[in-house]
């Protein structure tokens, strides 16, 4: 089962901390190449007018049910625990789960507000990097406890059938009017009507269209050819001996190689091609002999190989190599004490020159073929990391789906394209903007990778100042330590998070909007029980040295959507929230380089150091370049 977390909470906002932020840190375009067309629009007004005649009330998910569901799947992990090899470990897991209060809601009938307090509750807890939260038991209990909040939420059918087909006419009417680079206003809203579409049981074409449409990837890494050469090119000087014999002549000698190892891009889809090439140039010393003849020769070749390796996450694999050579000898003196076999030596090496100059042209070839090949197999042998064997416990304990992912490449770049979404998420319709600048390495996330990952985390917790302090990981320490150490009763806040989008990231025209939603904030004896939006905007600026960051402007927003006016006792508060988040979100982002570490066994990565030097907020993409 692993080990408990007794700070959940806290270690929560730690992985969203790291999720957050960890895109910025780790590597700290305005035309759209994709958009939604014509056809897609009205492929989905067309889809949704459909099935909003295919709503019945019976589809709705079953209260009934769905509580027998719970009940069941709570008894099952109450066993499994009890059944451990530890029997102290299995009451600490039933002690964190805390599966009373939905259980006994349920077998009470409480009131729909009751058990759907209780569900979020238990639902908090089954999500989170715990270990052992990845396993069937947790995970199907935590997917019969969403399965009882969607049937809350549409617990009055009939009720349900009309408010529903009212949720299909206002997406029909946004999409009919969406921009073909959605705002992100739109963007936010059709989400989550898509996942209350989901929640529902009924429309599941307009979700399947939805998704469709709603699917290009919105994660992108970008591997430049710059550092692929890097890693690979290299000169070749080295000298050889020479032991050979060809028509019967013995050959004895030396030769001197000079030639380069380069590697070049090719554009591919599925895997990364890599064109590995060699070229030189070789030159010969030898003597050849030939029963009491000595002939003294000089060689000057030219020689190429080259092979193509396709890289994906399975590993490597390599194509057939292919080898020429050209190749000019010449016979500098023929040695003997007698002049007349000197003649008859001259006479028969003029003969037996082309066919030998053929033969010494094939095992050139060859010799080089057979070298070259010796060099990439062993690029074969570099095991990929197992990055589904890492990553997938992970996101099971998170909720969330292993992205899918491409690999590819172009004569300028690798790239990774990855889609993060959950059954119930869309992503995006507006493929990543180019990158009009030189890169060893870059990064592109559109808006939805921060919600469809977050989002299931964040939403509906209730975090205090601490957390929230280490959710927007401050740079600047000695802050956090001073509000860490103020952290009590009398000034310290809390704030619940929204349940639909807790997570505030907009890379619009230039700039980047950072953020939370909330529902709740509450400092000491003070609440503000409001819709709010609390938001920072950051804007790149390039540096005196050429590196680029992201810079705060310098208020933190405070806004309470829907609500015109606020009482005296709100508007102080609201004061405080800007205040206190003034403080807690950075003034700068991406200001840090990278060092790659002194251990690192690539010679031309070795020591390191990378900085952005371009960064770009346009159409829902932010990009990150570093060099």
Not at 132 to 160: M, N, P, Q, Y
Not at 602 to 608: E, N, Q, S, Y
Request: proline letters at 4%.
């Amino acid at each position: 089962m692993g080990h408990r977390s007794t700070t959940a909470c806290t270690t929560l906002l730690k992985i969203a901390s790291s999720a957050f932020w960890g895109l910025f840190l780790a590597f700290q375009c305005s035309i759209s190449l994709g958009q939604l067309s014509d056809y897609d629009r009205a492929r989905l007004v067309s889809q949704i007018e459909y099935s909003k005649n295919q709503i019945v009330a019976e589809r709705f998910p079953d209260l009934e049910t769905a509580k027998q569901e719970v009940l069941r799947r709570s008894n099952i992990v109450r066993g499994v625990m009890q059944t451990q090899t530890s029997k102290a470990n299995g009451q600490e897991w039933l002690d964190y789960l805390e599966m009373a209060p939905i259980t006994t809601a349920i077998n009470d009938d409480a009131s729909a507000a009751k058990l759907a307090y209780a569900a979020f509750d238990l639902r908090h807890r089954l999500v989170g990097n715990a270990r052992g939260l990845e396993i069937s038991v947790i995970r199907h209990l935590r997917d019969s406890v969403e399965d009882l909040i969607s049937a809350i939420r549409f617990r009055d059918a009939d009720k349900s059938v009309i408010q529903f087909q009212k949720q299909l006419d206002s997406l029909v009417e946004r999409i009919e009017v969406l921009d073909r680079v959605p705002s992100a206003e739109d963007a936010a809203a059709i989400a989550a009507i898509v996942g209350l579409i989901d929640e529902s049981g009924q429309a599941k074409e307009v979700v399947g269209v939805m998704k469709d449409v709603f699917g290009r990837p919105n994660v992108t890494v970008l591997v430049g050819e710059p550092i692929v050469q890097k890693l690979v090119n290299r000169a070749v000087n080295e000298s050889k001996p020479v032991r050979d014999c060809i028509l019967g002549t013995r050959i004895v000698g030396t030769a001197y190689t000079n030639g380069v190892v380069t590697a070049n891009l090719l554009p591919s889809i599925g895997s990364a091609r890599i064109q590995v090439a060699l070229a030189g140039h070789v030159t010969t010393k030898s003597f050849g002999y030939n029963g009491p003849v000595r002939l003294r020769t000089t060689g000057n070749g030219d020689y190429s190989a080259w092979r193509t390796l396709n890289v994906n996450e399975q590993g490597v694999t390599l194509e057939p190599a292919v080898a020429t050579a050209v190749l000019n000898t010449q016979i500098d003196a023929i040695e003997h004490r007698l002049r007349i076999v000197r003649r008859i030596a001259k006479k028969k090496s003029a003969e037996q020159k082309p066919l030998a100059d053929r033969i010494a042209l094939r095992k050139l070839e060859a010799r080089v073929k057979d070298e070259f090949l010796q060099e990439t197999n062993q690029a074969s042998e570099i095991k990929p990391p197992d990055v589904s064997g890492r990553i997938t416990p992970m996101l099971r304990r998170l909720s969330l789906e292993e992205p899918a992912r491409l690999w590819g490449s172009t004569d300028e770049a690798i790239f990774i394209d990855a889609t993060f979404r959950r059954g119930d998420q869309i992503s995006t319709v507006v493929s990543k903007p180019p990158i009009n600048a030189a890169y060893d390495v870059a990064v592109q996330f559109q808006e939805s990778v921060v919600d469809n990952t977050l989002g299931p985390l964040l939403a509906g917790r209730t975090v205090k100042e601490s957390e929230i302090n280490q959710l927007l990981s401050r740079t600047d320490q000695q802050a956090v330590a001073k509000n860490s150490d103020d952290d009590d009763e009398a000034t310290s806040f809390e704030l619940d998070f929204a349940r639909v989008q807790p997570i505030v990231f907009e890379a619009r025209d230039g700039a980047v909007r950072l953020g939370l939603r909330g529902t709740r904030f509450a400092e000491g004896k003070r609440e503000l029980k409001v819709a709010m939006e609390i938001t920072a905007m950051y804007r790149p600026a390039r540096m005196q040295d050429g590196r680029m960051v992201l810079l705060r402007d310098s208020e933190v927003d405070v806004d309470f959507p829907g609500r015109k006016k606020l009482s005296v006792s709100q508007s102080g508060l609201k004061r405080n929230i800007q205040k206190k988040f003034t403080e807690a979100f950075p003034e700068t982002l991406l200001h840090r380089k990278i060092e790659i570490p002194a251990t690192v066994k690539v010679d031309a990565l070795r020591g390191r150091e990378f900085r952005p030097t371009y960064i770009d907020a346009r159409d829902g993409w932010l990009t990150i370049a570093v060099q």
